[in-house]
């Protein structure tokens, strides 16, 4: 017998009854959590990641902001870091506009990086990267 196993349980539950009873309770919980994270709250959290285009970063000092459209093209959106963004829950991480050195000279790198939740396959939140990008300009 397991010695730390409750001498008084409810229903009378073999311990291997309760772990499955409490993952599963925990399972329920990550789930409404994920829901709640996905519920959309603003237009952008409307529209699928797929159909937002990135079209300008702007640098003011540290901060850097981005603009983005919508599938209509006639809409653009101002946004930061921690901005929520797309139907499966994300947010704005990082906005990245630096210069690389290329075999082919110089290119400018603009892109935007939001984390999405997910359950993984033991029911605990995690995060998933994803990147939009703009097309690179070679400069001279």
């Known amino acids: 017998p397991d010695p730390f196993f409750p001498f008084v349980l409810l229903g009378r539950k073999s ?14 919980k990550m789930l409404a959590l994920l829901e709640r994270l996905r519920t959309p709250k603003t237009e952008l959290q409307r529209i699928n990641l797929s159909d937002i285009t990135l079209t300008a970063i702007i640098k003011k000092g540290k901060e850097a902001i981005a603009m983005v459209r919508g599938p209509d093209k006639s809409i653009g959106y101002m946004i930061r870091k921690g901005t929520y963004i797309g139907t499966n829950g994300g947010v ?17 790198i ?21 990147e939009l990008n703009m097309p690179g300009t070679l400069l001279k």
């Open 15 to 28: 311990l291997r009854e309760l772990q499955m009873q409490a993952s599963t309770d925990q399972f329920a």
């Open 92 to 108: 704005v991480d990082d906005i990245i506009s630096e210069e690389k050195n290329t075999d082919l000279g110089k290119q400018l």
């Open 110 to 130: 603009r892109k935007i990086i939001i984390k999405e939740p997910y359950l993984d396959q033991d029911g605990k939140l995690k995060y998933r990267r994803v």
